[in-house]
């Protein structure tokens, strides 16, 4: 089951009504991390991803009748168990609603939808200046992976391997 309250916060699936909040705090979050916000074009391709495409997963914290937080996830596959994982790609909290335990409520439903699943596990990325973010999740008991090294390509660098012969 998705729904789980914190004091009085509900999670619950994201609902296509739901899209202009989940824009605003995609866009609070892109202020956080110093990028460009989405524009009305990646905000329209970002929903259509969750609620047409199915691409992507969303849950939204709901405080009364306004969404304070949110999770976008996707399910990934792990070869070698055969079994799917849920990879965290945005946990946002609108910072009017910090510290009170939506980040804590998104999170264990995201824990509930990898059991309910059978997958193998939850796994996000976090910047390495963001030390609150860091605390919070070292506070659920999460891991740092020291064995894995993130990479990726962009940009010129990506467009160059796909001109190669």
Known sequence: MIDGS???IRVRRALPADGNQILALD???AHFEKLTPPDEEEGRRL???IFDEKRLEALVAQDGGDVVGMALFYEGLGTFRAKPFLYLEDLVVSGRARSRRVGEALMAALAREVVARGALRLEWS???WNSRA???YERLGARHSTEWVKY???GEELEKLADRG
């Open 6 to 8: 914190a004091d009085s």
């Open 27 to 29: 866009r609070e979050l």
């Open 47 to 49: 929903l259509a991803w």
């Open 126 to 128: 976090v910047l390495d």
């Open 134 to 136: 860091i605390s919070f």
């Open 152 to 154: 990726s390509l962009e």
